[in-house]
């Protein structure tokens, strides 16, 4: 099983909607979680952090579930610039490194 | 504000040929990172430096060597390139795991024919 899995997308939505992308990790021992986005060609940026207690950034919530090694990403009321790869990031086993999974690219059309 | 830069954006090689991709960050940082990034593949991590002095394998190290010179710097050396590592190759920096954010190069372009 691969250290970090997501949802293959791509995701094609219409503004104004909600959507969800999930993503599962292997090492039960991680302590950092993270979204990150990717506009094409470009390097990734983080999108926001991921607490034990969720968190919300604006139209963006973030949700972990440790009992089943789960995160979560929605986004509300998807605008056009949402367009881009979600990237789901966990700390390795060694806690030294953070490693990504493969993304979920994410259309919004008008 | 410079943060994470690397050299050269480009590369073309030729098979079998050798090169050091350069990374430099000038955010005090103490650990940095090497990541490939192949259509389809995500960003995969190839090698590591946690801290100054120390440097360790990640996913796929096959084919790289490093170099963490010193605290700015964190050096990517393909001693034989080949075809397959035709790739994105991104480099970042973080302060400290466990909170903060990992900030990245524009990447660095190599085709290998």
């Known amino acids: 099983r691969k250290e970090v899995e997501q949802d293959p997308g791509p995701f094609n939505v219409p503004e104004g909607a909600t959507v969800a992308f999930n993503c599962t990790y292997s090492n039960s021992a991680s302590q950092s979680f993270f979204w990150y986005r990717q506009d094409c060609r470009k390097e990734p940026k983080l999108l926001m952090s991921?607490?034990?207690s969720g968190n919300e950034d604006g139209r963006f919530t973030a949700q972990l579930n440790r009992a089943s090694q789960y995160i979560s990403l929605l986004i509300r009321d998807s605008k056009l610039s949402d367009s881009a790869t979600y990237l789901c990031?966990?700390?390795?086993?060694?806690?030294?490194?953070?490693?990504f999974g493969k993304g979920t690219t994410l259309s919004v059309s008008s | 504000n410079a943060g994470v830069t690397q050299t050269p954006k480009f590369q073309v090689l030729k098979t079998g040929q050798s090169m050091t991709l350069q990374c430099a960050q000038d955010?005090?940082?103490?650990?940095m990172y090497w990541y490939r990034q192949d259509p389809g593949m995500g960003l995969r991590l190839i090698y590591y430096s946690a801290s100054e002095g120390t440097t360790d394998k990640g996913e796929v190290p096959n084919g790289y060597n490093v170099s963490r010179l010193n605290k700015r710097e964190f050096s990517l050396r393909l001693e034989s390139a080949a075809p397959s590592q035709t790739s994105v190759y991104f480099c970042?920096?973080?302060?400290?795991?466990?909170?903060?954010?990992?900030?990245f190069g524009e990447g660095s372009r190599l085709t290998v024919l």
């Open positions: 990031v966990v700390n390795n086993q060694a806690g030294t490194a953070l490693i």
């Open positions: 970042a920096s973080i302060s400290a795991m466990g909170g903060g954010e990992l900030f």
């Open positions: 991921v607490y034990s």
């Open positions: 955010m005090n940082h103490n650990s």
